[in-house]
T-cell receptor
Framework: AQSVTQLDSHVSVSEGTPVLLRCNYS??????LFWYVQHPNKGLQLLLK??????LVKGINGFEAEFKKSETSFHLTKPSAHMSDAAEYFC?????????????FGKGTKLSVKP | DAGVIQSPRHEVTEMGQEVTLRCKPI?????LFWYRQTMMRGLELLIY????????DSGMPEDRFSAKMPNASFSTLKIQPSEPRDSAVYFC??????????????FGPGTRLTVL
């Protein structure tokens, strides 16, 4: 079975400092992995997606994530946080099996950015 | 493209009333998903459709909840009768397909439901 674990429920950084949001996954096959972002009172927006083409994936707004199979990790990073990055971030793994097409969401990490 | 459209954006109703949430997926997407998000339980998949056919409804909380997709451009999620514990944000999402090249889901803005 597939699963995803976000290691921090809340991360707080200062504006201009690096962001690291951690995610570990479990899958018996090579999965698709995603990061979604949800700003307050908004829907979820796709940040980036890994599909085995390249281990380092670049997304929108300067975010990127690196797929590390040996560590079963897919951590999200950004070199310099901006106030507008304050939001909740979800690490997601694709489910598999027959006609199933659903995604499995982590519990979310709330990112706070201090001025 | 307008993206996934949901209506209403906000709904306030009284316990026992019927509630109907609506969703228009992105044109050409074969998969449609309904999610519920609460502080306590996070994001939960309720049901999803492939080509208008329900595939997995194991996430539907109980018989008070029902979902339909009469055609490729419209789906409803109905709660009858509604209860205060149904208060949540309900999201609809659509996806082009299963292949890893295009299996990402596109979310609507959500419907915030409050049952008094």
């Amino acid at each position: 079975a597939q699963s995803v674990t976000q290691l921090d429920s809340h991360v707080s950084v200062s504006e201009g400092t690096p962001v690291l949001l951690r995610c570990n996954y479990s899958s018996s096959y090579s999965p698709s992995l995603f990061w979604y972002v949800q700003h307050p009172n908004k829907g979820l927006q796709l940040l980036l997606k890994y599909t085995s083409a390249a281990t380092l994936v670049k997304g929108i707004n300067g975010f990127e994530a690196e797929f590390k199979k040996s560590e079963t990790s897919f951590h999200l990073t950004k070199p310099s946080a901006h106030m507008s990055d304050a939001a909740e971030y979800f690490c997601v793994v694709s489910a598999r099996g027959g006609s199933q097409g659903n995604l499995i969401f982590g519990k979310g990490t709330k990112l706070s950015v201090k001025p | 493209d307008a993206g996934v459209i949901q209506s209403p954006r906000h709904e306030v109703t009284e316990m026992g009333q019927e509630v109907t949430l609506r969703c228009k997926p992105i044109s050409g997407h074969d998969y449609l998903f309904w999610y519920r998000q609460t502080m306590m339980r996070g994001l939960e998949l309720l049901i999803y459709f492939n080509n208008n056919v329900p595939i997995d409804d194991s996430g539907m909380p109980e018989d008070r909840f029902s979902a339909k997709m009469p055609n490729a451009s419209f789906s409803t999620l109905k709660i009858q009768p509604s209860e205060p514990r149904d208060s949540a944000v309900y999201f609809c999402a659509s996806s082009p397909g299963l292949h890893s090249a295009y299996n990402e889901q596109f979310f609507g803005p959500g419907t915030r439901l409050t049952v008094l």
